[in-house]
């Protein structure tokens, strides 16, 4: 079966050796994309994957002489689709390209007019039509397209996506770094509740706490450097100017989220939550790796290793580089009780 996958531009061939460890075979690649062969099952639980986006199955190629020509064979194959009855209720599309802005403005538009032409064609269905690629662990029937060029597009019927996109920034956030912490709360599916213990390691200049204060968090900020406003003086907020790797939680009691952005070599932060994983000083956590030199497939692999990795103390542990990652990755999880 072949499987196509976006990812973030510039980690195209680290998905390519990401699928190649989980016995999937890399075929062909381009900005923002990796086209592979097997078995799709190996994917599930979608847990699985770090380096991809969103999921498409099964591609069909289609080449067009002119817009009018483009938007037709859309039509057609979406109502040939919808004859084979796969569709029912509210169904998912999506359109999308890479790297090229104006063929991004072309894919815009062809959505659009495509969107118009069904409407006309078929008013019911169209109304049940939601753009987006559903997030979650199984691949979900709609019709998905991805432009390759100005004639040119890839036609999927099945997609999933691993729950990556792009947040919105808090005016009053001290940091960008608010947005990772925003966007993984969104992949994992639940977030701090009111008057939960928060740690945030690496906290400065504040957009994590600030994310975290927001929904209520009590929050003990660890960083030596300063924190901004409106963080800084906030009532629910203590800051402690002391060495993340050499903090403790007090209480018996594990804290309800070790949060972690501490910019340090991986290694070392895998030993620092080892440790806390270990003594269970956290319920859930979110932690930032920071990817330098490292191999991220190695990174992965240690992760994920049974005996020296942080897999065996989790109850689920999902790792993904998020749209608001750079060269960094994300861990976030629970521990076994
Ligand atoms: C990327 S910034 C964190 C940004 C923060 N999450 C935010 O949202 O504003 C990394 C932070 O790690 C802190 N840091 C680096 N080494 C540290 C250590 N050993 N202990 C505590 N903080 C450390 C730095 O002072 C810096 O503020």
């Excluded at 409106?230 to 009691?253: I, W």
Aim: charged content about 25%.
């Amino acid at each position: 079966m072949k499987i196509f996958l976006t990812c973030k531009e510039g980690f195209e061939k680290v998905l390519g050796r990401e699928l190649a460890m989980g016995g999937i075979k890399p075929l062909a690649q381009g900005v923002g994309w990796v086209m592979a062969e097997g078995e799709a099952l190996a994917l599930l639980p979608s847990q699985a994957l770090c380096f991809a986006w969103d999921i498409f199955l099964d591609p069909c190629d289609i080449q067009a002489e002119s817009v009018n020509g483009f938007i037709r064979a859309l039509v057609d194959l979406f109502t040939a689709h919808l004859g084979a009855g796969k569709l029912e209720g509210a169904w998912p599309y999506s359109f999308v390209s890479f790297g090229d802005e104006k063929l991004g403005r072309f894919t815009q538009s062809l959505k659009e007019r495509w969107l118009e032409a069904l409407r006309k064609k078929m008013s019911r269905i169209a109304r049940s039509a939601a753009d987006h690629v559903p997030q979650g662990h199984g691949f979900v029937e709609g019709f998905f397209v991805v432009l390759t060029d100005f004639n040119k597009a890839k036609v999927f019927h099945k997609a999933m996506s691993q729950g990556q996109q792009r947040m919105k920034l808090d005016p009053q956030s001290p940091s960008r770094s608010y947005l990772k912490l925003e966007e993984a709360f969104h992949v994992l599916g639940f977030c701090p509740k009111e008057g939960e213990r928060v740690v945030d390691l690496g906290a400065a200049p504040g957009g994590w706490s600030l994310s975290a204060l927001k929904r209520g968090g009590v929050v003990i900020a660890v960083d030596n450097g300063p924190l901004r406003e409106p963080v800084k003086s906030h009532p629910k907020l203590t800051h402690l100017q002391v060495d993340a790797f050499r903090y403790q939680p007090a209480g018996p009691e594990p804290v309800d989220w070790l949060l972690c952005d501490v910019l340090e070599a991986p290694d070392m932060i895998v030993g620092l939550l080892r440790q806390w994983f270990q003594k269970k000083w956290c319920r859930h956590f979110i932690v930032n790796l920071k990817l330098g030199r490292e191999d991220p497939t190695a990174l992965l692999a240690l992760i994920r290793d049974d005996n020296k990795g942080l897999a065996a103390y989790c109850q689920s542990l999902c790792i993904r580089q998020l749209y608001h990652d750079r060269e960094e990755i994300t861990l976030m999880g629970t521990l076994k009780p």
